[in-house]
């Protein structure tokens, strides 16, 4: 049986087995008090001296925090405990006894103390709660992507060349030539999206990012859906209809760990479509009349994508950045080539992007030269302009961050509790 189903409440005076580790543990008369989680909840259970073989009751007291154990006993009503059920116990079973000391007793450590033991860490109510709401994210962008007819076409991790910027490149040996772990799918599902129309790859991406900030990790997941015969407009209705359709399937799902996260719901209410629309220039004409020192050229950077976002109570797309600024494969807009068809998707709240997107070169020509402009070698996109060769059309894709959509949506100040097991500049422990 698990903590879940007892808190639906259907199994009041029901005997049940529960299997799982103790959270804590106090005493009070001839009656101990037990927290025990099971991975899906946590609840009390009560061990009465006077109800139980006498081992059961010296077992309980043997107890440490985060002993492994099998309890059997009956669900009882009781608005005095947490969640209003507790399981009264009838017998114990210790599976392991877990040593004294454990190293998060205590409740007032720092975030980088219990980085570091992250093995752990990942126990707390908190840290489930944002893990099971990452999992319906991810589970939520495959559904709707499969739903709506797109076939997962995974993409290599080795690759040849750069997709993002040389800059952020990781370098691995391989065989006495080096290759590069892959910051982006993108250019491979380029690839299948002719054999199929509708793709998408879906997996962890890598970046050297050599700035230490709240919102960058160098090892991050993403998901790339790529559309054939699609224009600029319909990929940005496809990025407005899949992230309402994840914070719904959150709302719905997942309400229980929003609520432990003590999240707001509102703004995640107010998430549908359409989402407004500011091209770069006038973000640049906001931004400078409120002060910001930037120029039209510039990347926008953090400040300037929360002063944005904080404008809008739903995501916000900002369009057409400088062809300088953004990636090389992005197709000029024909109203004035000085811009690029492309959009990063800012979530409100302060967040900033949480998606990059465009509508991409389809043209031989002006593609060739942008890799030259760019100063890429040749011959390692040699295989990516073949694309341009037979059967070019006009396609777009967007990439959606993982660990930035569960930021946004857990309403948490750094990306580093996102994911399991965090990568930065200055962690690769444990
Ligand atoms: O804007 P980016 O760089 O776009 C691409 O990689 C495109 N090739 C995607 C595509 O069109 N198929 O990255 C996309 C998203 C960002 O919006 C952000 O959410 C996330 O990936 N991201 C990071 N997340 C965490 N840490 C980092 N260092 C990230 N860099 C990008
Ligand atoms: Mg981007």
Redesign the pocket.
Known sequence: MSVSKILDGKLVEKNVELKGWLVTKRSSGGVQFLIIRDGTGTIQATVHKNEVKGRVFSDTERLTQESSIIVKGVVKEDKRAPGGYEVRIRDLQIVHLAEREYPLAKKSHGVDFLMNFRQLWIRSSRQTSILKIRAEIEKACRDFLDENGFVLTDSPILTPSS??GVATLFEVPYFGDKAFLT????LY?EATVAAFGKVYCFGP?F?A?KSKTP????E?W?V?P?IAFCGFDDNLKLQEEMVTYIVRRVLEKRRRELETLKRDLEPLKKVEPPFDRVSYTETIEMLQSAGYQIEWGEDLGAPHERFISLKFEKPVFVHRYPAKAK?FYMQPDPENPEVVLCA?LLAPEGYG??????ERIHDLKILKQKIKEFNLPKEAYEWYLDLRRYGSVPHS?????I???VMWICKLKH?RETIPFPRTISRINP
Do not use: K, N, P, Y
Request: net charge negative; proline share 0%.
């Open positions: 997709c993002e910051q982006s799918g993108q599902v991406t970046r990012e919102r960058h990790l160098t991050f993403m790339e790529e990636a990063d992007e949480i998606i990059g997107g465009s894709g967007f990439g959606l961050g660990e930035r959509t990306v």
